[in-house]
């Protein structure tokens, strides 16, 4: 089958460098100790919220905020989005800062496979029989993972679950909600609680800055602390933005195949570099999971139109 053209090649290059953005995430926020995962989320949703603000600003495009919320509908959905990704982004926080790396990788190879049964349970898409075929070796895998560890791998489901679902409702709101102003809305939905929390958090004297400060750390090292939580945000509004990029310019099968490129380099990562205990059961898990990324794969490319350029 002739592979379908890409816009030029800097979709696929914009592509490309937004997985491996994802791919390296475990080792950025493994910097950020002695942050807490909950304090890590904070800051992420808050100056994530600041940096939608300012590329407003600039681009002079607040409008598209006053047309969504203008839709009761449209804005309804994307505070539940909020409410979804918030929820993935403290588990795979969590995840990394608690030795649960491997298990964050394995919930994003999952995610394909979910998003699969999503569609038809959820929307009513009708399945073909190899993607049946490949959501029923996710299923196969997870329940491997539990007998074999003896518990159910809630970070490897938690993952894909909340992802799975945040993708459903943003697939609702594509056509209508452009990606920074609809990311506005998201976290605009969820900061004020953020910053209650925040708030009680500081009253007990429990963030990183007052913990570094009791352990009598150097203005040098709270700036740096500072400019990595500040970071986070930016970062994670930046290759989102990236993504949607990426999205326009490649045809799906294209950008099917790179979504594997971040969960690689995160087990590797989990494996080599944290040194996290790979289990039998997970290894077992694992081949389950790719034989049904594979069959995914292969049919997705196989119903492929031959040219989809833009």
Avoid at 213 to 238: N, R, W
Avoid at 275 to 291: K, S, V, Y
């Amino acid at each position: 089958m002739k592979p379908a053209p890409l816009n030029g090649s800097r979709g696929y290059t914009i592509g490309v460098l937004t997985h491996v953005a994802w791919g390296f995430f475990p080792l950025y926020f493994s910097l950020l100790h002695p942050a807490g995962a909950f304090e890590v989320i904070v800051h992420r949703a808050v100056w994530g919220f600041a940096f939608c603000v300012f590329v407003l600003a600039v681009t002079r495009r607040f409008y598209q905020v006053k047309d969504l919320l203008a839709d009761r509908r449209t804005a309804l959905l994307l505070a539940v989005a909020g409410f979804f990704v918030l929820n993935n982004w403290t588990i795979y926080v969590w995840a990394v800062m608690n030795d649960h790396t491997i298990d964050a990788a394995l919930g994003y190879f999952i995610n394909p496979l979910l998003t699969v049964f999503l569609a038809g349970t959820v929307l009513k898409e009708r399945l073909t029989v190899p993607q049946t075929i490949s959501v029923l070796f996710g299923i196969a895998a997870i329940i491997v993972m539990i007998i074999g560890l003896g518990r159910i791998p809630w970070v490897a489901v938690g993952l894909p679950a909340t992802f799975a679902f945040y993708g459903l409702i943003k697939k609702q709101v594509s056509t209508t909600a452009p990606v920074v102003s609809g990311m506005l809305i998201e976290t605009a939905a969820v900061t004020p609680m953020l910053l209650i929390y925040f708030g009680w958090l500081t009253w007990q004297r429990k963030t990183s800055f007052q913990t570094l400060m009791g352990e009598g750390a150097s203005g040098l090292e709270l700036s740096g602390h500072a400019a990595l939580l500040v970071g986070s945000g930016v970062l994670t509004v930046v290759v989102l933005i990236m993504f949607a990029s990426a999205a326009r310019l490649l045809n799906l099968a294209v950008l099917g195949l790179l979504q594997y490129i971040a969960p690689i380099m995160q087990l590797l990562i989990g494996v080599l570099i944290f040194h996290e205990h790979m289990e039998p059961a997970r290894w077992i898990g694992t081949g389950l999971i790719w034989i049904g990324l594979v069959i995914l794969t292969w049919d997705s490319l196989r119903h492929q139109p031959a040219s989809s350029g833009r």
